[in-house]
């Protein structure tokens, strides 16, 4: 082999040297222990940025586009009901009248109830001026009259209608399931229902102009 100084043939001796290969053993945590300068990390945290915008976009459309479905979903069964209330509303007047009247004096009666089972609870002596105006209704000359109460109201009657040593011309029937402040008088040609239901129906049939047997 040939001397390696006939090869390069330096000038100099001081202006060689020998080369030598780069260390092998770097460590793992030297290899990843890279910085980067301030203008990598400006562009870095940019395509960061961008990266997240993109997948926000992405999911916004997403939710847009599911919400939108929803949305179009609930106005298309909104109009199908509304569609089937005109229908309804459509519906022959006469019919409909008589529903809606139906239903208003069930909702009367409900609530009138109420009120007069509140007021004669709280004046229970009403009973007596609703017998006095029903015996009156019958003619002076009537006999065996039979007058039918609740118990409570018959003990009222008693009382207040019926003096020791007085004969009248009519007897009381007890009768629990009369509601209290009504009585049904009968006679042998006659008979008056004062019930509370009854005069609460004449009421009404009266307001609505026609006659209805409700109960």
Known sequence: MKNMSKIFNCEVESDCRPWRAPALDVSEEEVFDYKLTEPEKLTHRSQQQKIRQQAYEKSYAKGYME???KGQREIREQVAYLNTLLATLAMPLPDMDEQL???MVQLCMAVVKQMVRRELKASPGEIVAVVKEALTALPSDTVDVTLELHPDDAELIRKALMEPGRDTNWRMVEDPVLTRGGCRVKTSASRIDATVE??????IA???GGERDHD
Do not use: P
Request: aromatic share 0%; proline share 0%.
């Open 67 to 69: 919400g939108l479905e």
């Open 198 to 203: 009854n005069r609460l129906n004449a009421v």
């Open 101 to 103: 009247v139906d239903e």
């Open 206 to 208: 009266n307001i609505m």
